[in-house]
Nanobody, 115 residues
Framework: QGQLVESGGGLVQAGGSLRLSCAAS????????MGWYRQAPGKQREFVAT???????NYADSVKGRFTISRDNAKRSVYLQMNSLKPEDTAVYYC?????????WGQGTQVTVSS
């Protein structure tokens, strides 16, 4: 059974940068689309970005031009480079991937952007 483990969250000042990583581990025979979602306090979880096996990306309007998603298929990993961070980017960020023909979630990593 595949598992997703995120890392790279933390506290940063507005305008700063962070890079999130997510690695799939365990018994894996298939990984398709991978992506990131986030959930701010008191709000629903929302889409941030996805990337397919072939490298096709999709971004939420709120992060376009500031965030970049990438993946390393050999390492079964997906990354989120976050630049020009804003206080409204503060949230728990979750990795999501279609692993072994089902969607799986990581445990989440906190990103806090101070003004």
């Amino acid at each position: 059974q595949g598992q997703l483990v995120e890392s790279g969250g933390g506290l940063v000042q507005a305008g700063g940068s962070l890079r999130l990583s997510c690695a799939a581990s365990g018994s894996i025979w298939s990984i398709n689309v991978m992506g990131w979602y986030r959930q701010a306090p008191g709000k629903q979880r929302e889409f941030v970005a996805t990337i397919t096996n072939g490298g096709i990306t999709n971004y939420a309007d709120s992060v376009k031009g500031r965030f970049t998603i990438s993946r390393d298929n050999a390492k079964r990993s997906v990354y989120l480079q976050m630049n020009s961070l804003k206080p409204e980017d503060t949230a728990v960020y979750y990795c999501n991937a279609y692993v072994n023909a089902r969607f799986s979630w990581g445990q989440g990593t906190q990103v806090t952007v101070s003004s």
